[in-house]
Structures are given as structure tokens and as C-alpha cells.
């Protein structure tokens, strides 16, 4: 069974750093993609990061510049760091990856950032 195991969330003061990993487990076969998106209270998720098998790169706007998405070239593993965070990306941070036509979800980790 396939499953996405996330780590490295936590409370961080504005202006700090933080990083995130997704583990893919279960799976003989590499993600095809990997997303990484957030959920704060009373909002819609939103897609914040992405990345492909290939090493291509996407970003929201709002975390252009700060948030860096990379991979692990033979481990099936994504990391996000985000740096110089900001209250306002004080949320759920999720992982998707797509393997082979089907998607699955992690589990969810907090990142809190205090002003």
C-alpha cells in the first residue's frame, strides 16, 4: 500500500526557516509528479509548490523566492524549505505525489508562524 509520510512542520517566529519532507513508501516506482500544498483555517487549499520527475519546477506567487521544492534523486523522497516565512503561511501543508495515474495524499503537517 502506498502511503506519503510527512515530517518537519513545527512553530517558527517570522522571518525563520523551516523544512518540510514527503516520503513516499509502498511504491517500486518513482513519483511523477510531487505537490506540496496548504490549507489554512477558513480557506481553500491551495497548490504552493510543485515538482517533476524531470527536476521541473513550479511556484505560487505568493511564495515565489522563499519557498524551494527539490527531490531526492534516488530516494523517492520531496522536500520543501521555506524560508523567510510569514505569518500569513501559517497553515496545513499537504503532500501529493502521482505515481503511475494515481494520486496520493499525506497526512498533513502544521507549520505555525508567530509574528
Known amino acids: 500500500q502506498v502511503q506519503l509520510v510527512e515530517s518537519g512542520g513545527g512553530l517558527v517566529q517570522a522571518g525563520g526557516s523551516l523544512r518540510l519532507s514527503c516520503a513516499v513508501s509502498g511504491s517500486i516506482f518513482n513519483f511523477n509528479t510531487m505537490d506540496w500544498y496548504r490549507q489554512a483555517p477558513g480557506k481553500e487549499r491551495e497548490l504552493v509548490a510543485s515538482?517533476?520527475?524531470?527536476?521541473?519546477?513550479r511556484y505560487a506567487d505568493s511564495v515565489k523566492g522563499r519557498f524551494t521544492i527539490s527531490k531526492g534523486n534516488a530516494k523517492n523522497t520531496a522536500w520543501l524549505q521555506m524560508n523567510s516565512l510569514k505569518p500569513e503561511d501559517t497553515a496545513v501543508y499537504y503532500c501529493?505525489?502521482?505515481?503511475?495515474?494515481?494520486?496520493?495524499w499525506g497526512q498533513g503537517t502544521q507549520v505555525t508562524v508567530s509574528s
Open positions: 501529493n505525489a502521482l505515481i503511475w495515474g494515481s494520486t496520493y
Open positions: 515538482i517533476t520527475s524531470g527536476g521541473t519546477t
